[in-house]
């Protein structure tokens, strides 16, 4: 859009010029025609009309394009194009932290399974104490991988939910913003 209006506006100014070139062969024809030889007080008047005639269109140009863009500008509601973007944050970021506490929680519980293995081998008697106590370690292990892997699906299960819930609320902020415009 904003191109088109640069385009009117760059065709506008060229027929500008090239009324303003011929007005003033025009004029000089005229006045040689009537006998008159324009003098440097004559063109400098001449020069002035044309500046300020060119400067009253340049403002009002600079208007129209003004007016555009503050029409635009409101058609694409950038203040709920904000507020949506920072909903879709607060997702992200509550996703980032229960990924994250998850996370803890399952090294935090192998590094405790791993100490308790190494304490343990440490009042061995024999191999089927250490070949027991490494089964139990395992066990701990595929148990603590099992929660952290179902704590990840309960997140990703909730994620389209959070997603959805977002665009519908995006949605209806849209009508409700129409309805008042």
């Known amino acids: 859009m904003l191109t088109a209006v640069i385009a009117q506006w760059e065709t506008a ?20 025609t009537a006998g008159v030889v324009p003098n440097a007080s004559a063109w400098k008047n001449f020069t002035k009309t044309a500046l300020n005639m060119s400067r009253h269109y340049a403002d009002a140009m600079q208007a129209a394009l003004d007016d555009g863009w503050r029409k635009e ?12 973007i920072k909903a879709l ?14 996370q803890t929680q399952h090294t935090s519980a192998l590094t405790s399974a ?6 343990g081998l440490e009042r061995c008697r024999n191999l089927q104490d250490a070949s027991m106590l490494a ?20 997140l990703a299960v909730g994620v389209p939910a959070a997603l959805v819930q977002w665009a519908e609320n995006q949605l209806d902020s ?5 309805g008042a415009a």
């Open 135 to 154: 089964a139990k370690l395992l066990g701990d292990v595929h148990s603590q991988a099992s929660a952290y892997a179902a704590h990840l699906c309960s």
């Open 73 to 84: 500008r409101n058609q694409l509601q950038l203040k709920n194009a904000a507020a949506s």
């Open 114 to 119: 791993t100490a308790e293995y190494l304490e």
């Open 13 to 32: 100014q060229k027929a500008a010029l090239e009324l303003a070139d011929k007005l003033a062969s025009e004029t000089h024809a005229s006045l040689q």
């Open 89 to 102: 944050t607060e997702i992200q970021t509550d996703l980032a932290a229960r990924v994250t506490q998850g």
């Open 174 to 178: 849209d009508d409700d913003t129409a």
